[in-house]
């Protein structure tokens, strides 16, 4: 069983590096997996566009398990609606019987690792996008959700690693300090993972996308966009330009 993680697909956008990987993951079985960390995008048009159903049917005819958490771009008045399943010690919606949705405050057994998984984040373009067509206000969690979600961040007290879209605001912090010019979308939300996920949750390493850009080795947090990233290093890798 091999696990593989990569950054946002962002619908067709940004979907060369899983269309790459699809060319090199030869000899996967249902028992590998894809986690796409937010803004997967495919689950988007209501209802959906032939684009989006004929890349979900690809998606499904793949040899291996491609998972999600959900991003700031997703419709998520269609994932509310899904059916929810119990899926290795957790809970998920299946947009394909072989796609699925990684649901909030969810701990999952996956590929021999336990995963704690906190999706949503801010959307910077809000002001730009239309309510239930292009945004959606479930992008971050609820109060109510909020405190389900800490609740269960402080039952699971420990994990092999962390799956959000959006890091937490130390992280931001760091990128400041390393990388002149930089600008993150910090905010309310990020502060809440830094003080209810990052304070709580004791993990090897926490995974995310959201920034468009990739830091693979800056442990404990990784940050990926392009490259798919092999967390048993199988071997089957890849990096999209």
């Given at each position: 069983m091999a696990v593989f993680l990569t950054g946002d697909t962002h619908g067709e956008i940004d979907i060369a590096k899983v269309d790459d990987f699809a060319h090199m993951a030869k000899g996967l079985s249902r028992d590998d997996y894809l986690i796409i960390l937010g803004d997967f995008g495919f689950v988007w048009a209501d209802p959906p566009s032939p684009k989006e159903t004929r890349r979900l049917d690809w998606f499904e005819t793949q040899p291996w398990t491609t998972l999600f958490v959900d991003g700031n771009h997703e419709n998520f008045d269609m994932l509310d609606a899904m059916e929810v399943h119990e899926w290795h010690g957790g809970h998920v919606h299946a947009v394909r019987p072989h796609v699925l949705h990684l649901m909030r405050g969810e701990t999952f057994q996956i590929g021999?690792?336990?995963f704690f998984v906190v999706g949503g984040a801010h959307s910077i373009d809000a002001q730009w996008r239309t309510p239930h067509v292009s945004w959606?206000?479930?992008?971050?969690?609820?109060?109510?959700?909020?405190?389900?979600?800490?609740?269960?961040?402080?039952?699971?007290?420990q994990v092999d690693y962390v799956l959000t879209h959006c890091p937490p605001t130390g992280c931001y912090e760091r990128y400041r300090k390393?990388?002149?010019?930089?600008?993150?979308?910090?905010?309310?939300?990020?502060?809440?993972?830094?003080?209810?996920?990052?304070?709580?949750?004791?993990?090897?390493?926490?995974?995310?996308g959201h920034l468009h850009f990739d830091l693979p080795?800056?442990?404990?947090h990784t940050l990926l966009f392009n490259e798919i990233f092999d967390l048993d290093e199988t071997g089957i890798t890849s990096y999209a330009e």
């Open positions: 021999g690792h336990s959606w206000e479930q992008e971050v969690p609820s109060e109510e959700e909020r405190t389900r979600i800490a609740d269960a961040a402080a039952r699971v007290g390393r990388f002149k010019g930089f600008w993150g979308p910090d905010d309310e939300y990020t502060a809440w993972l830094e003080e209810h996920v990052e304070g709580v949750v004791s993990y090897k390493r926490w995974f995310y080795y800056d442990e404990p």
